[in-house]
């Protein structure tokens, strides 16, 4: 008779305290990643839109060698007449602000939408797709007047329409310190609701760079004008 007994295999499994100290380990890796991935998106963003206006800045570039380096035109109530601040280019049609003489929804095609293709997605910053507050029709922005990135038609926002201010009509070769000379921003910036952190927004400048900036805090400065 063979007495010798063959061992018997048990297999290990993780004990309650031991699934716990993994499911802890994992909860702390989340908790660590995802600040890192939320800015990591952030950051997309705004990649994403300094690209759009840069190409913008690219578009207009190309107008003016067409229209003998005018920028746009400036009408007696550029409210009504253009150019104002949004229909250079975007969305032509089916734009819920119907005010200033139905303004967002007259003019076919928008000057700058030949430039790029058609693609008025270009005009659309990826933030601007919740409600606007500033609007106060439960729209977005650019759903409401058909671009989110305002030109600098008439100076800065509050200070008049007076015809030495902004640069609806003027000659683009006769603009001074073009660096710093403010062609399109985003909208939100204006009404204190930045579309990125830390009330930051994207800048396209009259030489065709894009800057991040707190608009704000750089026209104080002098390091951007409109």
């Known amino acids: 008779m063979n ?3 063959i061992p018997c295999s048990r297999t290990n499994g993780f004990s309650l305290i031991e699934l716990l100290v993994v499911i802890g380990i994992i909860a702390i890796l989340i908790g660590i990643l995802f600040p890192v991935i939320s800015r990591v998106r952030q950051q997309a963003v705004v990649v994403r839109c300094a690209a759009n206006l840069k190409q913008i800045g690219v578009a207009m570039n190309n107008y003016l060698i067409s229209s003998q380096q005018r920028t746009f035109w400036r009408g007696a109530n550029p409210s009504i007449d253009g150019m104002d601040w949004y229909v250079y280019g975007g969305q032509e049609t089916g734009n819920t602000n ?6 967002f929804n007259r003019f076919q095609p928008r000057p700058l939408n030949p430039y790029v293709g058609g693609n008025i997605e270009v005009f659309r910053c990826p933030s601007d797709t919740t409600p606007a507050t500033w609007t106060q029709t439960g729209v977005s922005h650019f759903d409401w007047v058909g671009n ?4 600098n038609a008439i100076g800065q926002p509050g200070t008049g329409m007076s015809p030495d201010q902004g640069l609806s009509g003027v ?3 006769r603009i001074r310190d073009t660096s710093r000379r403010i062609l399109f921003i985003e909208t939100s910036q204006i009404h204190d609701s930045a579309w990125h952190p830390k009330k930051k927004g994207n800048v396209c400048l009259a030489d065709g760079h894009v800057a991040y900036v707190d608009l704000g805090a750089a026209v104080a400065s002098g390091e951007l004008r409109w």
Do not use: E, K, P, V
């Not at 119907?98 to 303004?103: H, P």
């Not at 989110?148 to 030109?151: D, E, L, V």
């Open 3 to 5: 007495h010798n007994r």
């Open 98 to 103: 119907t005010g200033q003489a139905g303004l």
């Open 148 to 151: 989110s990135y305002i030109f």
């Open 171 to 173: 000659r683009f070769s």
